[in-house]
């Protein structure tokens, strides 16, 4: 069975609570459920973390080196500032998938820097709690691809 | 029934043959099949254009305001230079997907600005093939949900 | 009798269903008239012309080469990217009037750069269809005070 | 009756005198005669102010809040360097035409960014006197207009 | 009552000891002290918190959302280098004021450009201790004249 | 018996009919008001000035040295173009606040950039009429305290 | 035989007639006749063309693929814009020489940046119509090196 | 008899009494004598102003066209900022020396930059009053050498 | 006896399986094993960390104000990023080395830029495990001077 | 006879030893005898010095002025900072044409930018040892049609 | 009696032949024997070189440390580029007077900035031979002086 | 025995009494008896240079090749100028150290980028005559690890 590793950065446990003009009225529950529910047709098992600590997302990356096959990460905030999380990706060694809930390049200036888009497969961004669902079909389907 | 333009941008009738370890071995042909098929699961009818002209582009665009629901675009070079596009795209007020081959993120400094994502409801790139099947979905999904 | 090309730039055949708060409701069928009848006051001819196509409008400014006395030209798009454009105004020779619908200054960063004014004679922009008259007749008159 | 201020900002008062390369020969004087003629033949009221003094410059568009229904100017050099009247134009809240003796985009790199495009309805530049003439022609038509 | 969330940043617990050159002898606990003494007779009632992670930051803020009317803050270090705060805040839609001990435009280049404040209504800083206690005096009326 | 000088920069005799989303509905008189009321029940005497010239700020601080205590200034427009005000300020050696009614932080680029900054003693900003009353608490306590 | 591809860029049509200050008196068909009659001398068949559209050009290099041994190209005006030339150049996989009329480097700024320099093999610029000369005589011996 | 225009920026009425450790502790009226004195020895009959106003520094070099053969000039802050003054230079077309009693190249940053010097035929820094000396003397030496 | 506190910034912890083309095949536990038995040699007790969390680095330093004589810090991602270190180290006010095991010059352009560096006494790179060990040698060396 | 300076910048002396993936295999002595050959054949003197030493080459240069007829100069490293050999190039007056071995547009961000273009007649670059044959038949193709 | 070490830069012994319209027609012979003259008149001895040599340059002056009370240098192209020169003049500790013969400050951007003046007392430049005799007035005053 | 070329770049000479606040009161004949010393130890063999000359040290290091193991190298002002020094680094493709006395990071901006850093092993710099020993030292193992 597939171990994938999902991790939602800082403020995304506001989610629907968030800004719902940028973020949509989803919640993060309601996105670990479709999440869940799309991995287990897939013959997946996912562990599942949300942190607003950079230090904590390196520990959770650093730490599952070996023990799965690939990782979704939406690094919110982070995309933009975190070198360590683009380290411990890139030291991690495995597939990871890059996801944004809003078009992050018809933001503000600084939002279409992504520290992490070069160390990442691929990038799906835009498309609410759908960018999820898409990036963790890709992820499989490499998955099952090698 | 749905109806998708879905436009390649230059040189990438020459896929398959062209830097293969950027771009992969599939050829555009194989791509075009894998969507239609793709197409006709979904209910859709797709217009397929290849075009190494930046006008012929806007063209295709500019002309299909109102006889189309989405516009699934593989901007290649144009991604970086065509402020045409980006009009024609805006112009037409429909939802579009930009789709990349490759993670442009990873690659040349000057590839890593894209005028078009800017227009685009998402965006999605470093899937190969695979990039364009799951813009088709969340484009189809993207209509259905209005 | 004067002979003036008048060239309008990429996604302007759009105009009246595109983007009105921008760039108004006014067709290009209704400035070609305008333009017409101004021109029919003015006693000059105007050979008119709407493309998409960069290099089409670099082939008709170059074919014109000799056979009109001035130039009007809204590049649209084309006026942040086309070098090409500039060149064959300059290799012309010819008076070249630019106008924008819109006043480019209030709008994105990128389109605040023109590379086509430092060719032109002079500019004029953000009086919508009103634009291509002022620049019309400060054409002619530059013609006429030769 | 229409009320227009009409402003010539630093160095204009030299005119005919000054760099006749670049600003022509004519003199203040014969541009505010042409102003005021078609002025008349419009049934517009001119109020025309020279001013080397930013402040005064200042002073005059605010004062003239709520008594005028348009302003002409020419910023010359407060073109690239003045805030404060470029607040002043936003606070005033009417119609403002920008115009220039020269192309300023054919000149050295720091005349090629205006402070004051951004709040001006419309930017007419390189015609000599008849920038002046085609400005306020513009601006009566604007008025009209509304 | 009024609830008010007070942040102290990074290193912001050595402070007496720190640099006083720059930052002062006063102590956190003074600023605090000081703080609850103006709150008291505001009838307002203060959480403060200082912390050195950019995580515990943004939980502290995210947990608080309607919980409390506004939050006094100064992010110190953090002011240049984070977009979570910075989204935290956002995401919260309460009243922030940024406060600083120093004027950090007298400073380095790199701490001349604050994330914090475009999502801040108000700004204050350069006065020692007294900034604290004039942005919580400004927080408070603001939250009055509600 | 303290004294202050207080500066209004250009266009701030407009307030109340200026861009009131913005701006605000206070007018400059209330403002005075407001400060003189303060000004008297801290014992001291303000001089008040609103000036939209550059030279004449200059002059008023010029003269005022050695005859203030200290400065309360909103440079409004100045704050971004003016090195002869902030000279003045240096070299007029007494301790300068600068106040806006705005958050300048979160607006245009070009008035993220403060030329005066660096030579006040403390910054407030974004609270309207109360900045002024913050700065001048601020000041008459700076004052005190030497 | 050997067989080799020359494309003249935009505006090259007008060589002889446009600015011949810069450009030189020289007509295309002299270069082209000269560039003919070397190619026999050196057994080579050149495939000359002349394209504005950059389309075109794009075109005609994805068509030649593994029918040519060389490629002699004056992007002219696309030598500053093209993204999509590069790429066609890249794609193709044969050796390019890019050559120049004028010495760009002697010229405007935005002229001293070459998109197309780095997937050619050389760059020769300055000669006049020696430029293609040598060029071609380089590609040839280049070429035959192989 | 020589006319030279003497022309002091803001602040350095100011002078002895302005931050000594960079400006000395000569004060203006000093400098005056000095130069009055070194006019007389030389033949030549100065005008000098010191003003703090842009506006009326452009003012007294516009009005003196024609009537003085030399402008001996500080610019001060209006150095950096000032295109009105460097335009009435250039419109004067008489011979303008820039001086600076400080080596503005190892000042802040903002200051190594200077709008008047390009119209400047030579430029002194550096030596305090001795700037102006030498400036006058360099001025009547190359009116003398016409 | 000698203080020195020693840390290891993110992802270090993965040392020996993380990219050994780029940080070789030593161990975090190899290298401090290295450093203990130095410090012996020296007379020096070591307190080691390793941390991939910000907030804790700058916790570590500065709870060790006081009670070190020294510190040698890897800040590995955080060099790029991190004022709040930078801060802590300055705040501290005591000795601090930054070592690097790999030339960070050598490197992605955003890695050639320390936020630590103008904080740090001195600074090695580039040699592996042997820099931490050059960097205690250095460190002991400077307090024993001292 | 045509007498010609050829001058190799710094290290080029240790060609065929030096990188050959970049530089190639061919030795300084092999260049220098294929020139002299083709210059007989051309009834031309060579005049050929390698020097690692900037001044050195100025003053070959210099030196030259009035007793050459032209320059063929590979500046190597100093084509990137050498204003000294621009200056002397420009100042001696006779046609220089700049050789590179390799492509240097192709390589370091750094390198492609050459201070020696904007003073040389002609470029050629990235035909190896073939820049120099080709350089020298242009230079003396020039030096008879003058 | 004082002495003072006179410094010509690279290329300036080609004075009188080199570009005459921006150098003038007086030879490094002629300003040498002015400057000597002036000298005797002062009564100060003085060492006079000229080299294209930046480490020669280097040499003189740190070998003068300590032997000369004044250095007068016309840097000439390594005004842009020599930080050695810099520094040695800092090593160095005496006063330095840098001079051009032309105002650099109306000439192409890159010779708009100097290395050089931030350790230079004053800078004297666009007088041709005069700004060398100002310069040694202007040292030797402040070797009086002091 | 084990062969290293110690180079000393421009105005080390003046060591000790050269701004002895920046660099230490240490002369470089003190530098070189302890580089002799440690060499001895460690039984390698130093030949030593120290030139203001960038091609002299060009030179050294070309004419070094094939006869040296190591390069110990503290560039000083050529570390931020020289493209010839590090080129001529590359083309030896030998080990190569870069020392230096102060910490260039917490100096002048332009002294904060190495043009040299990207081809040394590794760097040191800050430990005053420290950093040559320790660069000694770790340059002696890097050759005894091979």
């Known amino acids: 069975m597939k171990k ?46 949300q942190s607003n600590h950079e230090g904590e997302i390196v520990d959770l990356i650093g730490k599952s080196k070996g023990k799965i096959q690939g990782l979704l990460i939406n690094p919110a905030a982070y995309t933009h ?35 992490i888009s070069p160390v990442a497969k691929g990038v799906i961004m835009g498309f609410g709690m759908k960018s999820y669902l898409l990036g963790l079909e890709a992820l499989l389907d490499l998955i099952d691809a090698k």
């Open 4 to 49: 994938i590793l999902v991790i939602h950065g800082p403020n995304l446990d506001l989610l629907g609570k968030r800004e719902p003009a940028i973020y949509g009225k989803v919640t993060l529950k309601e996105i670990n459920s479709a999440l869940t529910k799309l991995a287990r047709k897939r013959k997946a098992a996912l562990k599942i973390f």
């Open 81 to 115: 500032t975190s070198v360590a999380i683009r380290d411990a990706i890139a030291a991690c060694g495995i597939i990871a998938i890059e996801v944004h809930l809003s078009n992050i390049y018809s933001r503000e200036e600084f939002r279409q820097k992504s520290l």
